[in-house]
């Protein structure tokens, strides 16, 4: 939802962009939750005053999940999450005061923050039968980098979802970037471990846009067997700003873009458009991450529905020139909780035991020559 464009722009004017990224690592952008609640606050009539009063709340998904399972007795949050919201101080791992009086958020309002891994209530037996406890929440992103083994500095996943998500561990040290985002990647005994992240808005969403808006595939899988049939895009590029772009480049108003079209091209060279857009979206991230760190990326770990589209994955090696590795379970936002918690109830006694579980389904190595690879994405940019 790009609705609150305007308030962004209106904090930017009034030269707030680069205190609300020291603060909480995030852009200016609508993607996140402050101008939203601004926008809710100022819009529905007696709204603002209710919140004034305790009787309205915020929350993000988990958030509002924990209260609904435990009746209204649990209203918190993990700081992973509250790190998204545009509203947290990275360092103190609180709610930012200071930004909540900026944006006149009554922090009432807010849920508590807790551990990713913490005693969050009991889900209401009405729902169970029994009341069972509730042990973590954790992010999107932050959750398949916990499954993906991402525990130490330098290791690099990618979630191919509606969206892509490329995350690096930076430890305990918050590293503030001009181009991707600084976020929490949890927080276990009351320590913080940080990554930075390229959210790129647009990712199998292009897949969903050619599917659901122009009926080029019936299934998202078909584009598959598309792209691999051709021998080349054959100059067919596609920019799926759909949302506009996120990282690098950060411009909610651009629009997408497909070049190269002739009497010649298919709805296959479209549905191979897309799916190499999605590698070339996830490179221009990466890059970043190289040259800002000076890191020497070994191996991407991938993973979300979309990475299970060969062609793709075996493209995506090409243009990096690094081998994605693929683990058998690709839905690992789920199974980074079930480990997080499953660790809290003594399962596993550590991170170290339960990811020794993770079982790899396939690792693409680049066949691509190199001087094609770098033509086809200088053509890209």
């Not at 998204?84 to 005061?97: A, C």
């Not at 549905?271 to 490179?283: G, H, M, P, V």
């Not at 790899?360 to 680049?366: E, L, Q």
């Amino acid at each position: 939802c790009r609705r609150t464009a305007d308030i962004c722009s209106g904090l930017k004017k009034r030269g707030l962009e680069d205190f609300i990224h020291q603060r909480t690592g995030l852009f200016l952008d609508p993607y996140f939750s402050a101008t939203k609640i601004i926008w809710l606050l100022k819009n529905i009539d007696g709204l603002k005053r209710r919140a004034k009063n305790g009787d309205v709340l915020f929350g993000t998904i988990d958030s509002w999940i924990l209260y609904k399972l435990t009746a209204g007795k649990s209203h918190l949050t993990d700081a992973s999450n509250a790190s998204r919201t545009m509203l947290f101080n990275l360092k103190k791992l609180d709610w930012d005061r200071e930004l909540l009086r900026l944006f006149d958020i009554p922090e009432r309002m807010l849920p508590s923050i807790l551990d990713s891994s913490a005693i969050f209530g009991k889900i209401d037996k009405k729902y169970t039968g029994i009341e069972l406890p509730v042990y973590s929440l954790i992010g999107d992103q932050q959750g398949a980098a916990f499954a993906q083994g991402c525990f130490e500095k330098g290791i690099v996943k990618n979630t191919y979802g509606t969206g892509l998500f490329i995350l690096m561990n930076t430890g305990g040290r918050i590293h503030l970037s001009k181009n991707l985002l600084t976020t929490v990647l949890w927080s276990l005994n009351g320590k913080a471990e940080y990554a930075i992240e390229g959210s790129v808005f647009t990712g199998g969403a292009a897949i969903q846009w050619l599917r659901d808006k122009l009926a080029i595939v019936k299934k998202a899988s078909d584009t598959e067997a598309l792209a691999i049939n051709l021998p080349s895009n054959e100059g067919v590029y596609f920019v799926p700003a759909l949302a506009g772009l996120g990282a690098p480049y950060w411009d909610a108003g651009a629009r997408g873009v497909i070049i190269g079209i002739t009497r010649g091209t298919t709805k296959a060279h479209l549905a191979r458009a897309a799916l190499e857009a999605i590698a070339y979206s996830t490179k221009d991230v990466v890059d970043v991450i190289v040259r800002e760190f000076r890191a020497r990326i070994k191996k991407m770990q991938v993973d979300g529905g979309a990475s299970k589209n060969n062609f793709l994955m075996q493209f995506q090696a090409d243009i990096l020139g690094v081998a994605v590795e693929r683990p058998v379970v690709v839905e690992t936002t789920a199974l980074g909780a079930c480990g997080l918690a499953g660790i809290k109830a003594g399962l596993w006694r550590d991170r170290k035991e339960f990811i020794s579980l993770r079982k790899v389904d396939r690792v693409f190595k680049p066949r691509m020559d190199r001087p094609e690879s770098i033509k086809l994405y200088r053509k890209w940019k």
